[in-house]
């Protein structure tokens, strides 16, 4: 089973910122602090948490090709035989959501919240290697976009990761691990509003320095972002508005206008279902005929979408070029970028894998990322940094012919991952060294400040 242990539990088991950053931080209110009417739990040394192995080292098993069914029958035995430890549901509900079983995902995924909100990740080895610092990464219920996969930056590292569930309606566990530094790890979504909201006010009393606020995460919708960097010089966001269903039926029809539902646009536009993720219901839009097309195609629970206007990001060669990129601590690392020849593009369907001069040419970007690409967008990159404020942010971007930053989509939870083979993308391996070490030299850094400073 690769090197997956499945023997690896005992059965016993924005404007807050500045708010803060503007406080007295010799001004402390205790660990168990009244914030917004609820309770902080105190934190408790050596407490004892049940352990999981974690989407992070999941997915690696899966990627790798490991026997799945054999791993999910073995979570299944494990839950009867001990039915009150949580662990063995929570991955094997994190199985689910990678084979894509997504109603008996959350229907496990429940079952294990119920019985802990507090999990300690201790990734494929099967147990927790020596620590020098501990994360406590905050998150919401929900599949892998619901929040960031810290999983897949810390496994193997020196820094210790555990997990609190955040669920709407219950409470806090009665106590906190001991932890270095907290992490918002929520991204943002309409069903993620309310843990959000929860946590902006429980964090300004948290005992301990915190990662990513919860107020700048709520900017990242793709209509918020597209409000924030409206008519920037540096930074092309295509228009975007929020739209029923009906009004997109009135547009098909000719009872309004494209002009009334995206104002400047014109054909073709770009649709896509609210909460969709991974280009999942995508489409490019022609005109009236089209759309008449795309909505018969569409589950009727779809109900509301995302219009927006369509930015022809080819480079002179014709092909497209997709960059993912995280900011970490302000400063900008490539994670991957995608070539196509069709400008709906994501890593797994661009044919990176079969093409080695597509290879050859993401191997370049990444070695002349700083000097190149990261310099050409320093402005746009730093107008990021300063109008988000978060302390980890990822992006899917490209280059517009008139040289700037084509911003498609900005959030928290978009994979940022060392999964690829070595032996086909050999490059990857020296790139991605760099963007976790600096990520554990943010925790690092975060560690010895002032809670909320």
């Known amino acids: 089973m690769s090197s997956l242990s499945i023997g690896y539990l005992s059965p016993d088991v924005g404007r807050a910122r500045r708010e803060w950053e503007e406080a007295d931080p010799r001004i402390r209110r205790p660990a168990d602090a009244v914030a917004g009417g ?70 496990v995924q429940a079952r294990a919240l119920e019985l ?15 620590t020098r610092r501990r994360v406590l990464a905050l998150v919401a219920p929900g599949d892998f976009m619901n929040n960031a996969q810290l999983e897949l930056i810390l496994d193997g590292s ?9 669920i709407p309606g219950k409470p806090l566990p009665p106590a906190l691990p001991e932890h270095d530094v907290a992490f918002c790890a929520v991204n943002e979504s309409d069903e993620n509003m309310p843990v959000l909201e929860r946590l902006s006010r429980l964090l300004p009393a948290w005992p301990r320095p915190v990662l990513n606020l919860p107020d700048t995460i709520a900017y990242l919708s793709r209509d918020g972002i597209a409000s924030l960097f409206e008519g920037d010089p540096d930074i092309c966001v295509p228009r975007v508005r929020r739209v029923a269903r009906s009004d997109l039926r009135r547009l098909a029809v000719g009872n309004v206008h494209l002009d009334d539902l995206l ?27 089209a759309l008449t097309n795309y909505l ?24 497209f070029r997709k960059y993912r990129i995280a900011l970490i601590d302000g400063v900008a690392f490539l994670c991957h970028m995608a070539l196509s020849e069709e400008w709906k593009i994501h890593y797994v369907n661009a044919g990176m894998a079969e093409s080695a001069a597509k290879r050859a040419d993401e191997a370049r970007a990444m070695a002349t990322f700083d000097q190149d690409f990261a310099r050409r967008h320093g402005a746009a990159f730093a107008k990021l940094n300063e109008r988000l404020r978060l302390d980890f942010l990822t992006i899917d971007c490209g280059e517009s012919p008139d040289g700037r930053l084509v911003l498609f989509e900005a959030e928290t939870a978009m994979l940022v991952h060392n999964l690829d083979s070595p032996t086909v993308y050999p490059y990857k391996q020296t790139q991605m060294a760099k963007v976790f070490t600096a990520f554990r030299a943010m925790i690092d850094k975060a560690a010895v400040r002032q809670p909320q400073q």
């Open 116 to 130: 802990s909100h507090l999990f300690r990740v201790v990734g494929a080895r099967g147990e927790e290697a020596a």
């Open 38 to 107: 609820e309770w902080i739990p105190p934190i408790e040394s050596g407490l004892e948490i049940p352990n999981i192995l974690g989407n992070g080292a999941l997915m690696k098993f899966t990627h790798d090709g490991g026997d799945v069914d054999k791993v999910l029958q073995w979570c299944c035995e494990q839950a009867r035989r001990f039915p009150k430890d949580p662990s063995y549901l929570l991955d094997f509900a994190f199985l689910q959501m990678i084979m894509q079983r997504t109603d008996e995902a959350y229907r």
């Open 296 to 319: 018969a195609d569409l589950p009727i629970d779809k109900d509301e979408f995302f219009l927006s206007s369509f930015v022809d990001y080819r480079s002179p060669d014709g092909l």
């Open 263 to 289: 104002p400047g646009a014109a054909f073709p536009v770009l649709a896509r279902p609210v909460g969709t993720h991974g280009g999942k219901s995508l489409e490019k839009i022609d005109g009236p005929d």
């Open 158 to 166: 020196d820094i210790g990761l555990d997990v609190l569930y955040i």
